[in-house]
């Protein structure tokens, strides 16, 4: 893959978002600002907020108070926002009874996007060999790199990943890491969940972490980590609940 320089840097920004789900705070006041040409890690326990996050910064979910914008604007009053973030959500959405091209070809056509860079993106994310069979036949793995290609059609300078490493082989997450860091040193913003500490570890370059809905942490990685201390013991401090 070339690296790609995207010019004029892509922030994205989380003020006092906050979602209610009835009594349930999924995610509550919210801050932080994501930079661009790093890689941030997004963590938390299960039931955290993350994905409710994502979702919100997606438009897929309305925040109840509170915004998450890219370059100051919201998801939904982009443009054309397949071609400033591309998001990894969910690996279920393409139609089982498809080749891996059409679905992609369907996605494309439905997103707005050309279909002239199909081929092209199928081979970036290593399954120009199996484009050709069903998606009911693919793997996890396969789902997930599907996923991501259709996330890089438009070209985008912004990437949304929740879990992405979910059901990829070590040679998969090998390459998803070096995908993720060349995106970044071109420029790019990249944001992933993943509960896979040490994976994220050789990954990562800012932190950030929630607990029940709250940050409880945001830092470089640098910052967090030294010689004694792991980004996995750091997290276990941060989000274990001790009885009061
Ligand atoms: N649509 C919904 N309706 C009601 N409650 C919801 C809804 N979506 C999420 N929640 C609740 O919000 C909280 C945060 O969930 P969320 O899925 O964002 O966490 P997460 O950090 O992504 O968890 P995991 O690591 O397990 O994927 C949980 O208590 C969850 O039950």
Redesign the pocket.
């Known amino acids: 893959m070339t690296i790609r320089n995207f010019g004029a840097m892509t922030e994205i920004a989380l003020r006092g978002l906050t979602k209610k789900?009835?009594d349930?705070i999924?995610v509550d006041d919210l801050s932080a600002d994501i930079r661009s040409g790093r890689v941030t890690g997004f963590l938390?326990?299960?039931?955290?907020?993350?994905?409710?996050?994502l979702r919100m910064l997606l438009g897929l979910a309305r925040p109840t108070s509170g915004t998450a914008t890219i370059d100051g604007v919201a998801y939904r009053d982009l443009s054309t926002p397949t071609r400033r973030v591309g998001a990894v959500l969910d690996t279920g959405v393409f139609h089982p009874a498809r080749t891996g091209r059409n679905a992609l070809r369907v996605y494309a056509t439905a997103a707005g996007l050309g279909t002239a860079g199909l081929d092209a993106v199928l081979d970036t994310v290593e399954l120009g060999r199996a484009a050709g069979r069903r998606v009911g036949g693919y793997s996890l793995g396969m789902r997930q790199r599907l996923a991501l290609a259709a996330a890089l059609l438009g070209e985008p300078d912004v990437l949304v990943l929740d879990e992405p490493t979910n059901g990829l082989d070590p040679h998969g997450v090998h390459w998803l890491r070096g995908f993720i860091r060349t995106y970044a040193a071109g420029g790019g913003t990249v944001l992933v969940?993943s509960?896979l500490l040490a994976e994220l570890t050789n990954t990562v370059d800012d932190v950030l972490i929630i607990n029940r809905?709250r940050l409880v942490e945001h830092a470089s990685l640098a910052e967090l980590t030294n010689a004694t201390t792991s980004l996995e013991s750091r997290f276990l401090e941060l989000t274990t609940e001790r009885p009061s």
């Open positions: 789900y009835g349930v999924a938390g326990p299960n039931g955290a907020g993350k994905t409710t996050t969940s509960h809905g």
